[in-house]
């Protein structure tokens, strides 16, 4: 599994740091969507889905978590603790978030718009289509 890490350009001075997220630039697609998960308690995973279209690039902007990423073939877990480094997610792709730092900010950049339909949250299901 090919796990696409983009280096964001960070810019900034004596004054404090600043890194600017631009769309078809840094950001490999049109953005339709910003979020961001906070206040995550201790001990919870979140995730546990896939989605069917969804891209979204990921980037812990404070603290840290680990992020699981499975293709159905394989798992990889990295984990994620630089603003200066965003995690691209393609389509079908299982995804588990675990082990936030109580003050982690994970902001997520989404080409499309918010689709429950698009959410595989079963895991089996997720196996049949990777297989289909
Ligand atoms: C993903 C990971 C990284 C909305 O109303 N609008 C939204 O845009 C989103 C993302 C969620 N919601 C609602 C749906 C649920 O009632 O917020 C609630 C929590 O969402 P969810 O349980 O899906 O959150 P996570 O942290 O498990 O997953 C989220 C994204 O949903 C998902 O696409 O890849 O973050």
Redesign the pocket.
């Known amino acids: 599994m090919k796990i696409e890490l983009i280096q964001l350009q960070r810019h900034g001075d004596y004054r404090g740091g600043l890194i600017a997220l631009e769309q078809n630039e840094n950001v490999p697609f049109q953005v339709k969507?910003v979020?961001y998960?906070f206040d995550t308690a201790a001990g919870v995973r979140?995730?546990?889905?896939a989605?069917r279209n969804?891209q979204?690039l990921?980037i812990a902007i404070r603290g840290c978590c680990h992020f699981l990423l499975d293709d159905g073939q394989e798992r990889h877990e990295l984990c994620l603790d630089d603003p200066s480094q965003g995690l691209l997610?393609r389509p079908g792709m299982w995804?588990e978030?675990y082990d936030f730092s109580k003050d982690c900010i994970?902001l997520?950049l989404?080409d499309q718009?918010?689709d429950?339909r698009d959410?595989i949250r079963d895991y089996d299901e997720f196996l049949a289509m990777c297989r289909s």
């Open positions: 969507r979020y998960l979140r995730g546990m889905h989605h969804l979204q990921v997610v995804r978030m994970l997520v989404a718009l918010y429950e959410y």
